[in-house]
């Protein structure tokens, strides 16, 4: 949203009193969720909790632009309707795909890979399932609230919170996928192969398999050899 | 565009204030404390310096008026000094919402703040500060329920004045509160 506002700045796309009013209405709602974190016992709060929450405003509505088709789209929205409303629909959106995320989650746990590397399993046992425990929509919708130590063969780092973790959990599931066409003996002795303290690395078990399966297939051979 | 660019609306609300915090005198008038215009901007003034100074933002506005409405029957508090308290102790509510990490509300900080001021420092700001409310606020920090118990041999009965203190206080008399206010300076000072 923000970077979205300073192109419509920068483009003339918006009016100065059009920004004015996007200010004005940012402030209001922001007012309001301060009003409705301290329950209305406080007028007040720490700079960095005030940061916070309008760091978790922009991100709900920015979540909600970008389900949009296209900027355009985007700025016509800004233009023409509250942001408090973008903010309910974000927030609405946000929870849905939470919901989705659990279900992904459940997937994870079904075919996941039988290994012993730690950060494999830490992050499905314990990463994973804090982040479905502590997420605070409301307050903190921006923060991701999870341990995630496993890498992925491909990692989008620059989305946050919930999108990121959706986008982990969908990889994950067709790397555990592809994965599961394996024998977990065989994996467990390519991790071997691959390093002595394999339990403790950092390493993306799917891109070993696939890399050596490939290898395997180049040499005339069965993909599992 | 930063956050402090999206934050500016929130932080200038400087104009309806000071309308705010005049139109408190209506109330505070029938005690003799009126505040004038120059006055108010200079509430708005230190209230500002002091959410800036100790981190904090304000959203709903309206503490500077809590205070004023809370202390203005305070027999501590004359026409002369009315101002210069009034900034103190705006200066030591936002300091002490931080050093009490925001468990207690505006109102119950207040009250607090109103109730031993009155009866446990008999109108000095000193004791206010440095003695009552930060032993409530360590209490708070080291998680006591009973935080604002502070019937503790702490030398408040020191600066009880007496009867004729007593009377002066109840009738307002503000020339001998005065002249007891300044034997009392003295003593806090030795204090």
């Known amino acids: ?225 | 565009m930063d956050n402090k660019f999206l934050l500016s609306p929130i932080l200038d609300q400087s104009q309806t204030a000071i309308s705010e915090i005049v139109s408190c005198n209506d109330n505070t008038s029938k005690y003799g404390l009126v505040l004038t215009i120059e006055e108010a901007k200079e509430l708005v003034e230190t209230r500002d310096h002091a959410l800036k100074g100790f981190g904090r933002i304000e959203f709903g506005g309206g503490t500077i008026n809590k205070i004023i409405e809370v202390f203005c029957d305070s027999p501590y508090i004359s026409q002369g000094d009315y101002s210069k308290i009034l900034n103190e102790l705006l200066e030591t509510f936002y300091y002490y919402k931080n050093e009490t990490l925001d468990e207690l509300s505006d109102d119950e900080l207040i009250d607090l703040m109103k109730d031993n001021f009155d009866n446990r420092c008999h109108g000095s700001l000193e004791l206010l500060q440095n003695r009552d409310l930060d032993k409530i606020a360590r209490n708070i920090r080291n998680g006591e329920d009973d935080y604002d118990n502070l019937d503790e041999d702490d030398g408040s009965e020191e600066y009880f004045f007496g009867e004729e203190y007593e009377r002066a206080r109840k009738s307002k008399d503000n020339f001998l509160l005065e002249k007891i206010s300044l034997i009392r300076q003295i003593t806090c000072s030795r204090y």
């Open chain 1, 1 to 225: 949203m923000q970077s979205l506002l300073n192109e419509s700045i920068r483009l003339k796309i918006l009016s100065s009193n059009e920004i004015e009013n996007i200010r004005m209405q940012l402030a209001q709602l922001f007012a309001e969720q301060a009003n409705k974190y301290t329950q209305g016992d406080s007028c007040s709060i720490a700079v960095d909790k005030a940061q916070s929450l309008m760091l978790s405003i922009i991100y709900t509505i920015d979540y909600y632009l970008k389900s949009l088709e296209n900027t355009d789209v985007c700025i016509i929205h800004i233009k023409t309707k509250k942001l408090k409303e973008l903010h309910v629909k974000g927030k609405e959106l946000i929870r849905s795909e939470f919901e989705k995320s659990k279900k992904l989650f459940d997937l994870v746990q079904k075919n996941r890979i039988k290994t012993e590397n730690y950060a494999y399993n830490e992050t499905i046992d314990e990463g994973l399932p804090s982040f479905f425990k502590e997420y605070e929509l409301e307050f903190l919708s921006h923060e991701s609230m999870a341990s995630i130590d496993y890498p992925l063969c491909i990692d989008k780092m620059d989305t946050c919170s919930i999108e990121y973790i959706i986008s982990y959990l969908e990889k994950l599931y067709w790397e555990n996928e592809f994965c599961s066409r394996f024998y977990s003996n065989d994996i467990s002795s390519l991790l071997r192969g691959y390093s002595y303290d394999n339990k403790e690395q950092l390493v993306n078990i799917f891109e070993l398999v696939l890399s050596n399966s490939l290898g395997s297939i180049m040499l005339k051979r069965s993909a599992q050899d």
